[in-house]
């Protein structure tokens, strides 16, 4: 993966590290980790208990993820999913219950990505070279009968297309070296408490300020 963080704001850290400025919205059972003292990280269960009936197809998509991430950010004991942030805070936003955070992370602790890619993957869809890849491989699903492209994971019936698919999903490394900033997102394995730079809860007041 090429370094991308030119895509996210940052200045260097006290140990002349560069640092990326992350958005990201949590629940209190988060915030009450951080504000411990103690590092959050994601528990696997908790995609099933979020997404429920349709947990399946962000299993897959988190499953990739998993596999692939670790390979550029070693993932640490109990990170059992990403935690997702974004360069843009208008894409953070936090419902009830929930609180709005910046977060000052180091740059080698972050996985970079165009967000747009990812909502494909989460989709289950084919990520393309350029449109005329697009097209050709919407021919071929055609052509075997694929109307919508999840078939081609919850069935067995296209064990070649599949593997296209994840193959194809490697590109969503480096993708935000070329996309604009507002599309810039991040894959974290934890939130550490010193990487808080500020807390907004969602009734707009300020909980915590750190700068």
Not at 78 to 88: L, P, R, T, V
Not at 115 to 121: G, H, Y
Not at 167 to 185: I, K, M, P, T
Request: aromatic letters at 12%; proline letters at 5%; hydrophobic letters at 35%.
């Amino acid at each position: 993966m090429t370094d991308g963080s030119a895509a996210c704001p940052h200045e260097p850290s006290a140990d002349g590290e560069q640092t990326l400025s992350l958005w990201t919205a949590q629940s209190k059972p988060v915030t009450d980790v951080l504000a411990a003292g103690e590092t959050y990280r994601v528990k696997r269960r908790y995609v099933d208990e979020k997404y429920r009936e349709c947990a399946w197809v962000f299993q897959t998509a988190y499953s990739f993820y998993l596999s692939t991430a670790q390979e550029l950010v070693p993932r640490p004991a109990g990170a059992e999913s990403g935690i997702w942030c974004y360069a843009d805070a208008s894409w953070a936003s936090a419902s009830a219950g929930q609180t709005l955070m910046r977060l000052e992370v180091p740059r080698s602790q972050a996985v970079l990505f165009d967000l747009r890619m990812w909502n494909r993957i989460l989709n289950l869809r084919y990520l393309p070279l350029d449109r005329q890849d697009e097209r050709e491989f919407a021919r071929r699903l055609e052509r075997q009968g694929v109307r919508n492209p999840s078939d081609v994971f919850s069935t067995t019936f296209y064990p070649q297309l599949k593997a296209e698919v994840l193959r194809s999903w490697r590109r969503l490394y480096g993708s935000a070296d070329r996309c604009e900033h507002r599309f810039v997102q991040a894959g974290l394995w934890e939130i550490r408490p010193e990487w808080v730079a500020l807390s907004v809860r969602y009734d707009g007041r300020i909980a915590a300020d750190q700068d």
